[in-house]
């Protein structure tokens, strides 16, 4: 029986906070048309700051605007597509507005990825220009010849400095590995001199809202990485369903803290366009370690930070973390990653902020659900509610199709303006991901009856363990109780009776012990028998993405091959 009254009767809805709309009239305005209106709004505001060097935002419109004109006379047209191989930095942000408003395609890579990885994302993708960092510029150069990249353009993290950090940066930076010199090769520019070489005016190409905006990767750390297409239309859209979300925040009048990677679409659409859309100051965090994202905190005072818990937690088992005061934060947006309750508590009695957990994919760009914000319930473990415009639904694992009723756990299925067109060159995955027009997630999930979604668990990742469903994450989330633990991930390892069995890896909290035993006991008193770990294994890290998810196939992977080996 078709259960499907749970999920068209939309009880999300109800839990709404106040003021956040069912539906929204979006505005046909696209990413550089916002730039463009908050330049006009608010020029003289800060819209990044980099180090304590400042941007308004006349001078990034105009920096966009002269970056475009370099672009057209690169001859890139619309529909070209451009790579950015940038951390978060000035002409990050600026590369790609102006991609965007010559027409082209951004496609944003890791600066951590191999060669390999990178030029399987250049070949996909056709970029034609680079834009990426001295330190980079090298080893792109070497790699060119295997791709249809003609020019690259680089960038130093000594372009935009203040006073007299812009004087020392030269007399140090080489020893500290934070610059490089980049040998002549034809067609490979600095960044800076092309910017000046062209005027800051340009009219921008007409864009519909079905046009390619970006090509976004998915985590290429094991097989093929996908291509996730991204419409203009999908990208503005969801700025504005996230912008909805939050009514109590005022154009102009709050400052982000940039420190989610801006080559992430997580970070791209809640820190940087979200940002840009609100006319908010930026303060942009290359490396998110928690030593700079207190520093940063302490000096320029943000009040809006969208983190993954690994930044949360950092931050709070930071040593000078009593030394700083938190409380100009007043929002916080957390993804990726299930946030432990501990962590909540902490951070929100630090800084007196609400931090609300959301949930997205790189191909709905990403955000489709987050908890309210003020004025209604959240739950803890939850992902929230579906953003406005959004539909969910969560089918049967057995057939893909019949609903299964709230409280129950299947697929969970999403259809909304932000999610993609396809995936590039990938007709039968894009067939296989988007069928009947909904976008299949591969994410075990429930509802329950007031509307609120939980994720269970990844599809692929589930353990059947002597004929019962084990969910690696309900492991996770009980070790994450644990006083004594920082990381945990469990994964499925063969068992020659049970077929798979459960391992947990751990990473304690510094300056604690452990044994196995003692965990093992915990475990024991939270989880029925067949989901207990059949071993533990600790760690003094665990591999994690650039975001800070923890790469549980990584850790598979690892793991299949010692006991092939054995």
């Known amino acids: 029986m078709i259960q499907g009254d749970n999920y068209r009767e939309k009880p999300w809805l109800a839990s709404y906070e106040k003021g956040v709309p069912d539906e929204i009239d979006y505005e046909a305005v696209y990413l550089p048309g916002f730039l463009e209106r908050s330049a006009a709004r608010f020029p003289d505001a800060m819209a990044l700051l980099f180090q304590g060097y400042k941007v308004s935002y006349r001078d990034l419109n105009a920096m966009v605007n002269r970056f475009a004109r370099c672009l057209s006379d690169f001859g890139i047209q619309k529909g070209d597509s451009v790579a950015v191989l940038l ?188 940002a840009i859309y609100m006319g908010w100051g930026n303060i942009l965090i290359p490396k998110p370690q928690p030593g700079p994202l207190l520093e940063a905190i302490k000096k320029f005072k943000p009040t809006f930070a969208p983190l993954v818990p690994t930044m949360y937690i950092g931050i709070l088992n930071h040593p000078d973390i009593d030394k700083v005061d938190l409380t100009s934060i007043k929002g916080c947006f957390s993804g990726s990653a299930p946030l432990p309750l501990e962590v909540i508590r902490e951070f929100e009695k630090r800084t007196g902020a609400v931090i609300v957990e959301g949930f997205g994919l790189t191909e709905s760009s990403p955000v489709t659900h987050i908890n309210p914000f003020s004025g209604a319930k959240r739950k803890v473990g939850s992902v929230g509610l579906p953003i406005p415009d959004t539909e969910c639904r969560i089918v049967s694992l057995k057939d893909g199709e019949t609903e299964v009723p709230a409280g129950q756990s299947g697929e969970l299925l999403i259809r909304g303006p932000q999610v993609m067109k396809g995936y590039r060159n990938m007709p039968a995955e894009t067939r296989d991901t988007l069928k009947g027009g909904w976008l299949h997630t591969g994410d075990i999930a429930s509802m329950d009856k007031e509307g609120y979604f939980f994720i269970v668990d990844r599809k692929k990742d589930m353990i059947i363990s002597g004929g019962y469903n084990v969910y690696p994450r309900e492991i996770d989330e009980v070790f994450y109780e644990h006083p004594k633990l920082q990381d945990a991930c469990a994964i499925g390892i063969p068992h020659p009776s049970r077929g798979e069995a459960v391992k947990a890896f751990v990473v304690l909290k510094a300056g604690q012990s452990a044994t196995q035993e003692e965990l093992m006991t915990y475990a024991a008193s939270r989880l029925a028998r067949y989901k207990l770990p059949v071993e533990i294994e600790f760690r003094k890290e665990l591999p994690k993405t650039n975001v800070g998810k923890i790469l549980r196939k990584e850790l598979k992977a690892e793991e299949m091959a010692r006991i092939k080996n054995q």
């Open 87 to 274: 951390p978060n930095l000035i002409p990050c942000v600026v590369a790609y507005y102006a991609i965007l408003k010559v027409g082209g395609v951004a496609v944003m890579n890791n600066p951590l990825y191999s060669d390999r990885e990178l030029a399987h994302q250049f070949n996909d993708s056709e970029a034609k220009v680079l834009i990426t960092l001295d330190l980079l510029a090298n080893r792109m150069i070497d790699l060119r010849p295997a791709t249809r990249i003609r020019q690259i353009v680089w960038t130093c993290l000594g372009d935009y400095l203040p006073f007299p950090k812009n004087i020392l940066f030269p007399l140090m930076a080489k020893k500290r590995s934070l610059a490089a010199h980049v040998r002549p090769s034809r067609q490979v520019y600095p960044w800076k001199k092309l910017l000046q070489k062209h005027p800051p005016e340009f009219s921008g190409i007409e864009i519909a809202p079905d046009d390619i905006a970006m090509v976004q990767y998915t985590g290429g750390t094991t097989g093929v990485s996908k291509g996730a297409i991204l419409t203009h239309g999908n990208l503005s859209r969801q700025t504005q369903q996230i912008a909805s979300w939050f009514p109590s925040f005022e154009m102009g009048a709050e400052i982000m803290l940039g420190a989610l990677p801006f080559f992430h679409v997580f970070g791209l659409s809640a820190a940087m366009n979200f």
